[in-house]
């Protein structure tokens, strides 16, 4: 035993729970990991993905060396090269490419592979912004849900998930922390145990729905009409807080006359489908069950009409004072209270000039129509955009393009690795260094490399600032280490950093921010104003009207005019499923066990009008492609109309070699440019399974 090393390290993977773990390491070998016990939101214990990582370390499918491709692009034959000729080959491509185009002509693609500061942070700036590349806006997650939160709060900073445990109701909106973050929901849980009312809203019955003490179903897409149904009553009732409105908010009063006028319990339910006692209910509830707390996704974002959805639910904490309570308010993410010097770290004043601006979402429309200049060149790291990305056929299409140039930087031979021209091996948070914030609670962590990077593999930044250097870059961040880059983003005089040294978090592993409170409740303090141009929440905004919206939240239907709902009657949802993380995970055998099958979940009633039956495989198509699923009926867990297909399995583990994405669409949310998975019109049909 003796010979055992125990290396605290953090789960590097694009959740809001950021665990801190300990690796258990002999001779150089990783032999598992566990959650540090001594941390308060880990606890402990980690999910059944990060569970055994060693899998995923080990995984046959990790790309060990750099490759080439040798046959037709696509095709998956590759043979190996040295790192010296890798890179020589990408950097006299590059140079070729800007000396014809200009550096607008490349385009790096990333992002939350990993989610720390060195390997995600500092790598999609310093380079991309020196060389001036096209500049990728990385809207696929959240910055539909950000911009909505903004124009009512000015920032994104929510409550502290630890204040959870004092709110006495507490209603899960729109995201499904059973599966999507479990450390959440042990703090969703404990509230229970301490008398909470657990509600979620959310139209399917999610394993979190199963767990809340009243899951409210609504239709698809309507949950702002909802929201303003609740405020109809609070306000009726005079269960709103004048105080708190008057002095800080701005607009309240245009607010209460247009909900008292346009949300009547009864017009809300036609919309929403729930019942105009069960909307009485859920307003009384909330608005005198106290303190009252919102936890809300992001899942509920990505939809046409979810920038509205969410500056709309953020409305109701101020309607009711909740701010004022610890265990009330609302949490979205956390991320926006660690005060590192990102400025350091992704240095934007490397940036000269303004280059155009890329929106990930529309990938294959980028690849297959930009033009001066073209996309001449990709580099891939921290992605797998032909799995992730709405609209695969197109991506894919757009990736096979004889003249396009790309370069993929991985862990996994992914269906992205194998349409690249390089594919070079990346290094695990095993094998390198990191420094992590986190959008689901407060603590800064230091990963340290558990094991020796295996085979001939590279961390992200070892390998970007290489080919800077190697591009003739002479700034000196580019002979930066990870360590160098850790420094500069703990140096800061903020007092929330207070004694969050690198020789700290050498020692300890991690360190909650020094809030003026703990748990922290941002607007308990007088200290922080609302950021917003007049320095209150802005249930009116002008901003909002600047922009093209409804100055007042209101219900914006997901405009689903782009497929015809003739053909395509039924709504598909496909949310993250609970033993992947997006496409990371998916491809180990234990997590596929625990997933089964691609899976989609009907209404009967839908399933009987096809001729479908429970366990049936189905062919679900529209416009953009097709999909083969298993069926799995059920009048619970969705509405008449809707499907829910959990998320996302590899094309090349897909049956007929396409997953979810083929049929997403790659519009725009109605903010933020994010993306609108769950905006998706479909057709489903019985049909046989297809061999490959
Ligand atoms: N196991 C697992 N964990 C993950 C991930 C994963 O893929 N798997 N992904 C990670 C990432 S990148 C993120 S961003 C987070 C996302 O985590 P969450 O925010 O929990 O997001 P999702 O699970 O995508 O969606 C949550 C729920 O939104 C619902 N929804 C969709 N449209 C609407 C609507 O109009 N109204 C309402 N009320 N609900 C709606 C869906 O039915 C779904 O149950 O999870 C992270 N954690
Ligand atoms: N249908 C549908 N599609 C969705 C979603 C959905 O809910 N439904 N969710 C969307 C959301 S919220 C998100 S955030 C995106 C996520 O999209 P991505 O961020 O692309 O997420 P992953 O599929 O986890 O792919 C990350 C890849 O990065 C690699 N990686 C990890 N660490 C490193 C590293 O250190 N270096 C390098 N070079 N590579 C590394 C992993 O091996 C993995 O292949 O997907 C979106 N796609
Ligand atoms: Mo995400």
Redesign the pocket.
Known sequence: MSNILEVKTVC???CPDTCAMIARVQDGKLLGVRGNPDHPVTRGYLCCKVNHYEERVYSADRVLYPYRRVGAKGEGRFERISWDEAMETIVTRWKEIIARYGAEAILPYS????M?IV?MSACDGRLWNRMGASRLLRT???TAAEAGYDYTMGWSGGIDPESLTYAKTIIVWGMNPASTCTHQMAILREAQKRGATLIVIDPFRTRTAECADWHVQPEHGTDSALALGMMHVIFRDGLHDEEFLREYTVGWEALRERVLKEYSPERVSQITGISAEDIERLAVTYAVQRPSAIRLG??IA?NTNGGMMVRTITCLPAVIGAWQELGGGLLLSTSAHFPLNMKAVKRPDLLKGNPRAVNMNQLGEALLTLDSPPIMALYV?????A????NSNRVIQGMLREDLFTVV????W?D?ARLADIV?P????ME?MDLHTAYGHLYVQLNQPAIPPLGESR??WEVLSELARRMGYEEDCFHDTAEDIIRQALQSDHPYLRGITYEYLLEHGFAKLKTPSDPFAPYLHGEIRFRTPSGKIELYSERALRDGYDPLPAYTPADETDADAQRYPLKLL???AHHF????F?NLERMQKGEREPRIWMHPQDAQARGIGDGDWVRAYNERGEVWLRAVLSAEHVRPGTAWSP??WWHRDSPGGRG??AL?SDRLADMGGG?T??TCRIQVEKSEKPSS
């Open positions: 590097p993977h694009d992002y939350a592979g990993t720390g390997q696929i997650c959240s992001y899942g990505r790291y921290n992605s797998n955009p799995a992730v990305a709405p930087h991985e862990q996994m992914t992205t070079l990346a290094t695990t948070q390198h961390s992200n496909s949310p993250a993380l997006n496409t990371s998916a998320s996302i979810i994405n997403t993306s998975f769950h």
